[in-house]
């Protein structure tokens, strides 16, 4: 049987006429994603390509911290949204490198936010459990006070405020305890550490929920993704379906990093991974005795629902996130 391609191709076209103006020669957009070889970035990439086309310049390509070539590049490639996944991400190192970490975490971002007020586009940006005090057990929400005990989590907040007095059409999702098949991040270092270790000692009185850039990614992608019965005539599609504002976006649950290195070594355990280390033989350990140049926050439990109410999902338990990502790495690295 041959296919009616005739009528494929008007109810496409009906669709395109009816919905959106935004016709094939309105593309492709420019999409800039800063810190694309990130956890986070790197999974943007895949996630926000059908939206046009990525430029995703390499630290050699565009050095984030050269102010004047970061504007050089904006007015040479006039993205239509920018992503911006860059930031200094080492916790402990920032006590010793504030003015490095300030540049990436409350500068730049600052820099991106008025580009996008001046051309009229979004900024996406990220932010984290850190700019919260981290005391009670009380999931923070997103209007809760800030209060940074570490220099990573001030210049963080430095950022997200720098983003939201900006004027910009802007979403900031407040994250926590990232991690992927690919970078560094706590699961690569409990396996790294369980092939070789028999005891570990982790810290059990700091309370979060570990979350995958890959789901990160997807979520983002899913607040310029229109629904059905949203589709809005003239509606761009780099404009997202949220107002601007914070947004938390994490895993549901909460556990210690003792708890989700147990996991991780249970999981890698029925996955038949040989390991010297067993869940038994992590042991639980307070702050207090693991002392380290940063404070972290025992409390960084983040109340989801304001994201989930915005974009009618229901976030993944932390315990099944981690079985994916865990099952990725496992095979592909
Ligand atoms: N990691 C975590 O646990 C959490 C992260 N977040 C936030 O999520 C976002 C993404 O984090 P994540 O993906 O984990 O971060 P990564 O540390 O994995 O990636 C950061 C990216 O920024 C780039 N970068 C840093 N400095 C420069 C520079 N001077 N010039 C060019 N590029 C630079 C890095 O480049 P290169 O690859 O060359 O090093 C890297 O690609 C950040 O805003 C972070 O604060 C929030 C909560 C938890
Ligand atoms: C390796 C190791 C760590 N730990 C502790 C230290 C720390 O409290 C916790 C996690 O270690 P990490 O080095 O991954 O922690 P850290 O880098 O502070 O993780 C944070 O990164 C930034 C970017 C964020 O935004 C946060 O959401 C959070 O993910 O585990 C142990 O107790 N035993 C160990 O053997
Ligand atoms: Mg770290």
């Not at 993205?79 to 200094?88: C, F, M, Q, R």
């Not at 916790?91 to 975490?105: F, T």
Request: glycine share 6%; charged share 15%; net charge negative.
């Amino acid at each position: 049987m041959t296919p009616d391609h005739s009528q494929l191709s008007t109810h496409n076209s009906q669709l395109t006429t009816h919905h959106s103006p935004f016709t094939p020669h309105n593309l492709p957009f420019t999409i800039l994603i800063t810190g694309g070889n990130g956890q986070v970035g790197f999974e943007l990439q895949r996630q926000f390509a059908p939206w046009g086309t990525i430029l995703a310049p390499t630290r050699q390509a565009l050095d984030l911290t050269n102010a004047q070539a970061v504007d050089d590049y904006l007015a040479q490639h006039q993205p239509a949204l920018i992503l911006n996944a860059a930031a200094y991400t080492a916790v402990d190192k920032a006590e010793s490198e504030p003015e490095q970490a300030r540049r990436l975490n409350a500068e730049l971002p600052a820099q991106l936010a008025a580009y996008a007020a001046k051309q009229g586009i979004t900024l996406v940006h990220y932010s984290t459990d850190y700019v919260y005090p981290g005391n009670g057990e009380t999931p923070w929400q997103e209007d809760s006070p800030t209060a940074p005990l570490s220099i990573y989590g001030q210049t963080k907040l430095e950022g997200d405020e720098a983003v939201t007095q900006s004027g910009a059409h802007h979403l900031i999702f407040r994250t926590s305890w990232v991690y992927a098949a690919r970078g560094n991040n706590f699961m690569k270092t409990m396996l790294r550490l369980g092939h070789k270790r028999e005891t570990l000692n982790i810290v059990n009185d700091q309370i979060g929920a570990p979350t995958p850039a890959r789901l990160i990614a997807q979520i983002s992608a899913l607040a310029f993704t229109p629904h059905a019965s949203r589709l809005t005539p003239g509606h761009s599609p780099l404009t997202p379906y949220l107002s601007s504002g914070v947004y938390h976006l994490a895993t549901q649950g909460e556990t210690s990093w003792h708890g989700l290195a147990s996991e991780i070594f249970k999981q890698a355990a029925q996955r038949q991974v040989e390991l010297a280390i067993t869940p038994e033989n992590t042991q639980g350990i307070t702050t207090a005795q693991y002392p380290t140049p940063a404070k972290r926050p025992l409390n960084s439990r983040l109340a989801l629902s304001k994201l989930e109410r915005a974009l009618g999902i229901t976030l993944p338990t932390w315990q099944s996130q981690l079985a994916l990502t865990l099952q990725e790495h496992l095979e592909h690295y």
